[in-house]
């Protein structure tokens, strides 16, 4: 490895990690402030810095000190090294998902081919898939481990929510692996570069939007986010994280963030054309009925940055705004409609998915 | 150099799981213990260029089956599993015995079994040359293996709903 792929490399791991740190943390100010708007309340605004408030952001700093200078409580008779295994676990998990994710078209610097995403995965998919089916056990240990039967039975009944939600991730995106043939992010990214009947940008959600809802709600179930917060439930039935404090406890909230952020990737990614902009070819903007817009090559790049982030964005503000707005499914509701709704229509999707290719083949 | 460090690395974790699984009496480290054995293994094959293989391992078998195995335990378990060792003798012979048939019979495959090829097959095991393998080359017994698993399912239910009439 020469000096010039390392730097390279190093830059994209840092970031990447910092981008994803730094949405999370502006998510769990955004997530109180939107709740607030909603609610007809005010919000986060007390924390001050010399008199200034900058609407409430200093929040962000004011909970992670807090955090970080709280007891860190471990209970007696637990089990000391799963739990604090657990916390670190759906952690890494979480973020390490988001690797495989595509931010840009590979570029060319210093003679290199750089992949903008963290780890040239050409599993994708599968590979996130299995980030997630493993993060499972970071709520089962860090339930179990604590010796508290309230967490335990949090725990159970987040591991039922994910493992049976995970079966309807998977079937619904099949139908979009069939369609473009590969597992590749970055090669299903690509392809949706196109234009669809001359108007439309040829994005995933135009050719699977029952697959595209599908996930959606799947994978609202995964990040255990409102209305598939069973698992958590804070004030109510109690969840999996009951025994944890300090910054244990922050790092299973941090997850819950940065998993809502990967989903907001993988959104784009699969069904909103990734870190493709509507209209933008390698030249420029091809507007309907013939109008042209010039753009720099070197601009390219940063424009589909941009339009990356963009999207990441718009997903993460759209789940925060669902969790906001439906109430909680009851637990018979959540395996019915894991089970008996959202798998045979993934199903279906896959049917319909497959006759369709075989037709206009 | 690094990809042996990393072989030996993955070998160490899996034989130390596979070794805390035999050893420990608390059923939830022994099904911990699997697992870590698992994760291990996906690494291995992706050392062998077989990612799909590496994930399939880690979503089925880490993700799926010892969760379940995991649940299983954490739900059925009583306090007095925590006691002594029950050592009977005629069982541990046996156990013995197969054990040693079992560990001769794999002993065997691996040396028989031509690593160059496999080693070459395992570089081109996409997705298309696996669902070829299952869906055409394969088909009669993949299809059987499913009617099969189907009839265990069918079978516990049976079992477990036995009880609940009488």
């Keep these: 490895m020469t000096l010039s792929l390392f730097v390279i490399a190093l830059v994209k791991v840092l970031v990447t990690v910092i981008a994803v740190l730094t949405l999370a943390a502006l998510l769990t100010w955004a997530e109180r402030k939107q709740s607030a708007v909603m609610q007809d309340r005010i919000g986060a605004n007390r924390a001050k810095i010399f008199g200034v408030r900058i609407i409430g952001l200093w929040h962000i700093i004011a909970d992670a000190v807090k955090m970080m200078t709280k007891e860190d409580f471990v209970p007696p008779y637990s089990n000391r090294f799963l739990h604090t295994l657990a916390p670190f676990l759906a952690f890494f998990l979480s973020l390490v998902a988001f690797a495989a994710i595509p931010m840009g078209d590979s570029i060319q610097i210093a003679g290199h081919t750089v992949d903008m995403r963290l780890a040239p995965i050409n599993i994708g998919f599968l590979f996130i898939f299995a980030m997630t089916s493993i993060s499972v056990y970071a709520v089962v240990l860090g339930a179990w481990s604590s010796r508290n039967r309230y967490a335990t039975l949090g725990g159970m009944r987040a591991a039922g929510q994910m493992i049976s939600y995970e079966l309807a991730m998977g079937l619904s995106v099949l139908g979009l692996v069939m369609l473009y043939g590969t597992l590749d992010l970055l090669q299903m990214a690509r392809a949706q570069g196109g234009l669809l009947w001359g108007f439309l940008p040829a994005w995933g959600i135009f050719y699977q939007p029952l697959g595209f809802i599908l996930l959606l709600t799947a994978i609202i179930a995964e990040t255990k986010r409102a209305p598939f917060d069973i698992p958590e439930a804070e004030s109510e039935i109690i969840g999996y994280y009951l025994e944890y404090s300090g910054m244990k406890f922050g790092m299973f909230f941090m997850a819950e963030f940065v998993t809502t952020i990967v989903a907001a990737g993988l959104l784009t990614t699969l069904y909103f054309g990734g870190f493709q902009v509507p209209y933008l070819l390698a030249d420029g903007f091809h507007l309907p009925f013939g109008l042209f817009l010039g753009v720099p090559s070197a601009l390219i790049p940063w424009l589909q940055f941009a339009a990356f982030w963009f999207k990441v964005v718009f997903f993460c503000w759209l789940l925060l705004t669902i969790r906001w707005t439906l109430p909680r499914f009851r637990y018979d509701q959540l395996m019915n409609l894991g089970w008996k709704i959202l798998l045979p229509l993934a199903l279906v999707n896959l049917l319909a998915t497959g006759a369709g290719i075989l037709l206009l083949s | ?166």
């Design chain 2, 1 to 166: 150099m690094v990809p042996q460090l990393l072989f030996l690395l993955l070998s160490v974790i899996a034989l130390l799981g596979a070794g805390m699984l035999l050893l420990r009496r608390d059923p939830i480290d022994g099904a911990l213990a699997l697992v870590m054995t698992m994760v291990a293994l996906a690494g291995l094959y992706l050392q062998l260029v077989a990612p799909v293989i590496a994930a399939l391992q880690v979503i089925v078998y880490a993700g799926a089956i010892m969760v379940l195995f995991l649940f299983v335990t954490m739900f059925v378990r009583r306090s007095e599993e925590h006691g002594p060792l029950h050592r009977n003798r005629p069982v541990f012979g046996v156990a013995l015995l197969v054990a040693a048939l079992l560990f001769g019979l794999l002993a065997n495959v691996a040396l028989r079994a031509d690593l160059s090829s496999a080693a070459a097959a395992g570089s081109s095991a996409d997705l298309r040359a696996i669902a070829e393998q299952i869906f055409s080359a394969d088909l009669f017994p993949f299809e059987l293996v499913s009617v099969l698993l189907l009839v265990a399912m069918v079978g516990v239910v049976v079992l477990a709903r036995r009880g609940e009439e009488s």
